[in-house]
């Protein structure tokens, strides 16, 4: 059964830096990436990552997130840097696409003073 475990999420306030990991069992995915919902909102690509390292991010978080993996763990990262309260979301993992058709069940994170 495929399954995608996120961690990492919280609150942090503006300026702040979080890490969320995404582990995946029972396949290795080509692309992984992350996708965030707000409130009201719908669901958007943050950032992904191929088997190869290639990656893509949304204009609003480039210079600031960063995306990586370790093809060892079949684990994908999102590391985010100066975190706005823009940034607050669910975040998801995903896996197999863009989007594919896997999903992590989501972490939320609160970007807030």
């Known amino acids: 059964q495929v399954q995608l475990v996120e961690s990492g999420g919280g609150l942090m306030q503006p300026g702040g830096s979080l890490r969320l990991s995404c582990a995946a069992s029972a396949i290795t995915f080509y692309v992984m990436g992350w996708y965030r919902q707000a409130p009201g909102k719908q669901r958007e690509l943050v950032a992904s990552i191929t088997s190869t390292g290639r990656t893509n991010y949304a204009d609003s978080v480039k210079g600031r997130f960063t995306i990586s993996r370790s093809n060892a763990k079949n684990t994908v990262y999102l590391q985010m840097n100066s975190l706005e309260s823009e940034d607050t979301a669910v975040y998801y993992c995903?896996?197999?696409?863009?989007?594919?058709?896997?999903w992590g069940q989501g972490t939320q994170v609160t970007v807030s003073s």
């Open positions: 995903n896996g197999g696409g863009n989007p594919g058709r896997y």
